[in-house]
Nanobody, 125 residues
Framework: VQLQASGGGLVQAGGSLRLSCAAS????????MGWFRQAPGKEREFVAT????????YYADSVKGRFTISRDNAKNTVYLQMNSLKPEDTAVYYC???????????????????WGRGTQVTVSS
């Protein structure tokens, strides 16, 4: 499956952005999806994940209560709604996919085998 993330940009602290990740070339509803981010000089870190049918989600502590992951299997798209943005949320955001229809929510980046190009999110103070 090929993934294309979009929706990044420059926003002031406290603002909102919605990222989208469009999938093609696979059966999207068969994939668990995740969002990760990488700030300059730092490791790529887990942000959020959603299971294949959208019934289960899990978030990093740093974004819990501010970010919401969702998916629309009819549109082959996963979303990341980001509210109350902080300067420390500044990073390149990546979506990832793994063919998996189990109930375990996947947080490890090493378990994802499909990655899209990232989209830059910059939060100014």
């Amino acid at each position: 499956v090929q993934l294309q993330a979009s929706g990044g940009g420059l926003v002031q602290a406290g603002g909102s952005l919605r990222l989208s990740c469009a999938a093609s070339g696979g059966t999207f509803s068969s994939y668990a999806m995740g969002w990760f981010r990488q700030a300059p000089g730092k490791e790529r870190e887990f942000v959020a994940t959603i299971d294949w049918h959208g019934g289960g989600t899990y978030y990093a502590d740093s974004v819990k209560g501010r970010f919401t992951i969702s998916r629309d299997n009819a549109k082959n798209t996963v979303y990341l709604q980001m509210n109350s943005l902080k300067p420390e949320d500044t990073a390149v955001y990546y979506c990832a996919a793994r063919a998996y229809q189990g109930s375990t929510l996947i947080r490890l980046k090493s378990l994802y085998d499909n990655w899209g190009r990232g989209t830059q999110v910059t939060v100014s103070s």
